[in-house]
């Protein structure tokens, strides 16, 4: 370097410092300052995660209170029983009551298994034509809510006496079951 004349010293000396003036800032400066910034960003997205637990924490009450309405609503609509053979039981006894309502002269009732989540009972009874209308109706409004699977209607009384009223009627309902 001794042989260079002072400018050309001076313009090296600054090339070579500019170069590392580069380096530094590409090499050192501009990695720890992308990782501050990428920290940033970084703890921007958690505080908004944050604040969105938070959130979602303080709405687990409501959360709670709508799931134990949903449960009350899916209660009303099937039948929860221990096993198959109590809720075919608890289907007969409503089939039972809802025409014992009605005034229904009851023959005989019955409760079938379950099958594919439904648990069937059966009602034989004689009645009137006022007295089915109104246990379809309540068949139709009743909770758990029933399928009239079969209805069969005989009026044997009305070819002997053309004034009898009475049906021999036989209805099979099944309704949803889950064990409870």
Not at 15 to 33: C, D, K, N, Q, S
Not at 63 to 92: F, S, T, V
Not at 133 to 155: D, F, G, H, K, Q
């Amino acid at each position: 370097m001794t042989d260079l004349s002072p400018f050309r010293q001076r313009v090296l000396a600054l090339l070579l410092l500019a170069a590392a003036v580069l380096l530094f800032t590409f090499g050192v400066a501009l990695p720890i300052m992308a990782g501050y910034s990428a920290r940033a960003a970084e703890r921007e997205r958690l505080a908004a995660t944050f604040q969105l637990n938070e959130r979602r924490i303080a709405s687990l009450p409501a959360l709670a209170n709508e799931a134990a309405r949903e449960a009350d609503q899916l209660r009303a609509q099937i039948i929860a029983a221990p096993n198959e053979d109590e809720a075919g039981e608890l289907l007969r006894e409503q089939l039972e009551t809802t025409a014992m309502a009605v005034g229904a002269d009851i023959k005989s009732t019955d409760s079938a298994g379950a099958d594919n989540g439904e648990v069937r009972a059966m009602l034989q009874a004689q009645m009137s034509h006022a007295q089915i209308e109104a246990l379809l109706n309540r068949l139709n409004t009743i909770r758990p809510y029933v399928v009239i699977e079969s209805i069969s209607l005989v009026a044997e009384d009305a070819l002997v006496h053309f004034n009898s009223d009475q049906i021999d009627v036989r209805i099979e309902v099944s309704a949803p079951f889950v064990p409870a």
